[in-house]
């Protein structure tokens, strides 16, 4: 719970949330090894030492997404031989931009990595582990997206323990897979 109010003042300034979550897979992997820091510390450390990567890649993401919705509303407009090409191109540009959200953060904080190479990773890993790439995804989206199948009543009521578990229960799960999903990528050069 502490973690999760943490990640949330760390978002506070918006553009900082990509440090945010860096700061949060760090703090997350020491607990699941059994490290004892204090966590307000170790967050905090965390996030000084990632900031510049973590708003560089929060900028990456969001922009690239961004981009990628406009052209994807304009496919409309095209001829309709050709939509289900770009249907495809597009869908695949955000796998690999949801890709570059999952594992860039773990990559800059866990093994030290410069930008361009967390990128790299990020983008390899994600074709390479797909299967991993899709638990993570689900881990990650399924507690949020359940809110808008519900009914009002209900949602209201679970968005407090959301915002108080959502972001650090998924987290804290995310650190075992991708200790999982890493041992394959061990012998790599930048990983």
Request: aromatic letters at 16%; glycine letters at 8%.
């Amino acid at each position: 719970m502490c973690l999760n109010i943490l990640f949330l003042l760390g978002c506070a300034p918006l553009l900082t949330v990509g440090a945010s979550v860096c700061a949060l897979y760090g703090v997350l992997r020491e607990i699941s090894e059994g490290k004892n820091r204090k966590l307000v510390a170790a967050f905090f450390g965390y996030y000084r030492s990632c900031l510049k990567k973590g708003v560089l890649l929060e900028l990456g993401v969001v922009s690239t997404a961004l981009v990628m919705w406009w052209g994807y509303q304009g496919i409309s407009f095209m001829d309709p031989g050709v939509q289900p090409f770009f249907r495809v191109v597009y869908v695949t540009g955000f796998i690999v931009v949801t890709g570059l959200a999952i594992w860039s953060p773990s990559l800059l904080v866990w093994f030290g990595s410069e930008f361009k190479e967390a990128v790299k990773n990020a983008v390899y890993i994600t074709a390479g582990s797909f299967h991993w790439f899709v638990v993570l995804a689900a881990v990650n989206l399924i507690p949020w997206m359940c809110l808008g199948f519900l009914p009002v009543k209900i949602t209201a009521s679970l968005l407090p323990l959301l915002l108080l578990f959502g972001i650090s229960l998924p987290g804290y799960l995310n650190t075992y897979i991708y200790k999982r999903a890493y041992r394959k990528y061990e012998n790599l050069k930048y990983v």
